[in-house]
């Protein structure tokens, strides 16, 4: 991890911290609570720039439906405040740890396991206010859903890693939280029988806003929400639908949805790796039967079945994963095991026009490269 | 017989395409030298329109080769002139392109061709229990293609987002013809950077778009559709804040005011009072315990803020008909005047009221008649000009009066174009709305991804 570390406290000050930067070649990692360093491959930069005192809320409007927070905001903080007033960041962020924060969030465009109905947080992020490679602030798109003036370039920074900008600023989409929530739990007689359900569920117009399943035990897990009213009826036709199973309480519902949002629930145990997969829900099935070769020892599918968290032995080249991957129409991430852990071979790799796309805008944005260099392998 | 064109470019693209797909007569230009906007037009060199992939790379090949700029467009209904030619122009039409390729019921996914009105999409999704969710106004006549290209909005954002929430993948053939993917079927993924997003609201000027998978969701189990009737336009405005401060998120929440309202009931005659202030749509869908319980609290919730009558359809076709007082809005004005003019503000939903009474005063200082409608939900408002373009003196006021309702939707920390695009009518305004350095990155990107600039030239920015 890159030292010594640079400590803006204030937009002025990051932008010029960029310009220093930038006239002396240095290259910068952006980070704050330092809880998604496993995701992505270790940065190469120079110099840590350290943002946790770009912290704070700078506008909350329960009726606009909007929150405007500095990016090292810690994502708990968010979440309880949001709670107060019955709203929720409805793309259920995972929090890698408990120092998590918002910019982190959106830096990695996290999502959890509402996102297969609610959408991911690309879809969430309204405009932000961003330095760019040059030091320059960009206040870009806005604080309404409707936006359409010029290129959407602040966009790219959501899921960027890092790299192309430092976000000083973020405006996120608010949705009222349901009111309540049960999870039908079911023992699935083999994975296929619990994909067929998780095809079938998930073409219903019941609200069913969490669709899992865990190797380990073989249960599939249905969540409804909505008001206390409706998931009671729901969760029972999903129960006489199943012919079997068990449905759990608004508490117990919580919990599990919980784990299920951090890496499935799954941990890496020594000499293993853990692999996110994102792929057609139909391409499931034969993916997990290419990795049952390589040694797969447990996994979890969420997202009805687009999402699968996957557990490798650590011997296992992380090319064969991304093989697979690419041969469903997905895409994998390799998550890091250790501070010492590189990650080279953290992502798929892009074809090479879209490589060559992605340098474009890299270099539209950050022409030297300064901000987290190596992190993204583009 | 008259031809605006050049007859070595007409070689160049009937080498390439057959001579029946590339148009070249005065009569069969005209056709293609406008779009939906008031006012703009001017004759392109000619049309193609392409029936393949390859042909829209055969035809992009040769523009790149010969410098000359290419306008892509497909029914032509874009309101801010992104789709009119420019002088010298290929116009690349892309109706033909307009093939249905995949209903993916495994995976919630349709894959289309650019030239699919959108309006088919939605028919084809409902025919298999699925919903696609965006609706813009021309959703009957628009294109696919367009609405990703100008990431079109509709009645539904506030519940279900716009165009762009909708976009899983996109196949984008580049300025020199080179066709590449980016996003898969899976959720919207990707390695590396979301050039997607880079693509969706570009409005042709990155590159043209030739195929596009959708995302689908299931259709929801029940809706209930209720109108409501206001003596004040702050009392529908704070009813609307209401509903969303009661946790209720409606599919549709959109609104006419006096004008439009009157415009509406002398044209659709569904028995609108037009001494009202303002009109409102509000629908709720889901769950039908939800749906049943959220409807009965709308109708509370606007009483209680002094509506003068709530409205509640008790069968589909008075839903069809209570909603059609909004759908025909646009129509309703348009017959009223020569020129309509139809703009396209967004402000945030606390300052409706505001700029509501902005837009009426601006109205009268300048004597002009704007009717208002709009998308109460997520803040976008149509304040529709009724004029005559002939008529220069009225043309100069309606000017001035447009110009200060983008100012204050500035001041009201608001932006000057939701749903329709920048494309000619709001360059000018766009440096103002996006601050320097964002105009000089965006030329920046513009001249990497199009090295020519042959790409719709002269639209968002020069």
Redesign the interface.
């Known amino acids: 991890m890159a030292t010594p570390a640079v400590v803006p406290a204030t937009v002025a000050e990051v932008a010029a911290s960029v310009r220093h930067a930038a006239a002396h070649g240095t290259s910068l990692a952006l980070r704050a609570g330092g809880t998604k360093d496993r995701l992505g491959r270790t940065t190469t930069a120079a110099v840590s720039m350290d943002l946790s005192d770009l912290r704070g809320i700078v506008t909350y409007e329960p009726e606009e439906l909007i929150l405007i927070a500095r990016p090292a905001t810690p994502l708990a903080e968010v979440q309880a405040l949001l709670a107060d007033n019955n709203q929720h960041l409805a793309f259920e962020p995972p929090f890698w740890g408990a120092a998590a924060t918002l910019g982190g969030t959106i830096g990695i465009g996290a999502s959890g396991p509402r996102r297969f109905v609610a959408g991911a947080a690309r879809d969430f992020v309204l405009g932000m206010e961003f330095v760019d490679g040059r030091g320059r602030v960009i206040r870009a798109g806005g604080r309404v859903v409707k936006n359409v003036t010029g290129y959407d370039l602040w966009r790219a920074l959501v899921g960027a890693y890092g790299t192309l900008g430092v976000m000083t600023e973020v405006c996120v989409k608010l949705w009222p939280r349901p009111e309540s929530q049960q999870t039908l739990a079911m023992d699935a007689r083999s994975r296929q029988e619990a994909l067929q359900l998780m095809f079938a569920w998930s073409r219903r117009p019941e609200a069913i806003t969490g669709l899992s399943y865990t190797s380990a035990n073989g249960t599939l897990w249905a969540r409804v929400e909505g008001s206390v009213a409706a998931i009671r009826t729901q969760t029972e036709s999903l129960l006489k639908d199943a012919g079997r199973g068990e449905i759990m309480d608004e508490t117990a519902s919580q919990q599990l949805w919980e784990q299920i949002r951090e890496c499935g629930g799954l941990q890496m145990l020594p000499g293993e790796i853990l692999y996110r997969i994102v792929l057609p829900p139909s391409r499931v099935d034969d993916a997990v039967a290419a990795l049952d070769k390589l040694g797969l020892d447990r996994y979890c599918l969420d997202w009805g079945g687009g999402l699968l968290w996957a557990v490798l032995p650590a011997t296992m080249p992380a090319a064969a994963v991304h093989n697979i991957a690419t041969d469903n129409r997905g895409v994998a991430a390799r998550v890091g095991s250790d501070a010492e852990d590189t990650n080279e071979a953290a992502f798929t790799p892009l074809s090479e026009p879209v490589a060559r796309l992605n340098q474009t805008l890299r270099n539209a944005l950050d022409p030297q490269g300064l901000f987290s260099p190596g992190r993204l392998k583009i | 017989m008259m031809t605006a064109s050049d007859p070595e470019l007409t070689a160049a693209l009937t080498a390439v395409l057959p001579a029946a797909q590339v148009l070249t007569t005065a009569e069969d230009l005209a056709v293609f030298a406008f779009d939906g906007t008031a006012i703009l037009h001017q004759l392109p060199a000619c049309v193609v329109m392409p029936e393949t992939v390859e042909q829209v790379a055969a035809v992009l090949r040769v523009a790149s080769e010969r410098h000359v700029p290419v306008v892509t467009r497909g029914s032509g209904t874009g309101l801010s002139g992104g789709s009119v030619p420019c002088e010298g122009c290929i116009v690349l039409c892309l109706v033909r392109l307009n093939h249905i390729l995949e209903v993916?019921?495994?995976?919630?996914?349709m894959t289309v061709e650019p030239g699919v009105v959108t309006q088919m999409i939605a028919e084809r999704a409902a025919d298999v229990?699925?919903f696609y969710p965006p609706d813009p106004g021309s959703i009957r006549i628009s294109t696919i293609g367009g609405n990703v290209a100008?990431?079109s909005?509709g009645l539904r954002?506030?519940k279900y987002?716009?165009t762009?929430?909708y976009v899983m993948a996109l196949q984008v053939a580049?300025a020199d013809g080179?066709i590449?993917?980016?996003g898969?079927?899976?959720?919207?993924?990707?390695?590396?950077?979301?050039?997607r997003?880079?693509f969706?609201?570009?409005e042709g000027t990155?590159g043209v778009i030739t195929r596009i998978t959708l995302k689908l969701?299931?259709?929801?189990?029940a809706k209930a559709t209720l109108l409501g009737l206001f003596d004040e336009m702050t009392a529908a405005a704070e009813t609307i804040?209401a509903i969303?401060?009661a946790?209720?998120?409606p599919c549709t929440l959109e609104f006419l005011d006096r004008t439009t309202a009157e415009c509406v009931e002398g044209y659709a005659h569904i028995g609108l009072p037009t001494d009202v202030a303002a009109v409102t749509l509000m629908e709720v869908d889901?769950?039908p315990?939800?749906v049943e319980?959220q409807a009965a609290r709308i109708e509370q919730i606007a009483r209680d803020h002094g509506a003068r009558d709530v409205r509640r359809a008790a069968t589909a076709a008075e839903a069809t008909q209570l909603a059609s007082a909004r759908r025909t809005a646009f129509s309703a004005l348009a017959r009223r005047a020569p020129t309509v003019i139809l703009e396209d503000v967004?402000?945030?939903?606390?300052r409706l009221a505001e700029m509501v009474a902005a837009i009426q005063r601006i109205a009268a200082d300048h004597d002009v008649t704007i009717g208002t409608f709009g998308?109460m939900g997520?803040?976008?408002l149509h304040p529709t000009f009724l004029t005559d373009e002939r008529n220069a003196t009225e043309m100069a006021r309606v000017e001035a009066a447009m110009k200060e309702i983008f100012q204050v939707t500035i001041d009201l920390?608001?932006?000057?174009?939701?749903?329709?695009?920048?494309g000619l009518a709001?360059k000018p305004f766009?440096p103002a709305?996006?601050?320097p350095?964002?105009?000089e990155?965006?030329r920046?990107?513009k001249k990497?991804?199009d090295p020519a600039g042959i790409l719709n030239p002269g639209k968002?920015?020069d």
């Open positions: 993916d019921t495994a995976n919630l996914t229990g699925l100008n990431n909005g954002g506030l987002g716009v762009r929430d580049m080179q590449l993917t980016t898969t079927k899976c959720v919207k993924d990707v390695a590396g950077f979301s050039l997003d880079l969706i609201g570009s990155l969701i299931p259709q929801p189990a804040s969303i401060a946790k209720i998120i889901g769950h315990a939800e319980e967004t402000v945030p939903r606390s998308h997520d803040g976008n920390e608001g932006t000057i174009t939701g749903e329709h695009g920048v709001k766009l709305a996006v601050g350095v964002a105009m990155v965006m920046r990107l990497d991804f968002i920015f």
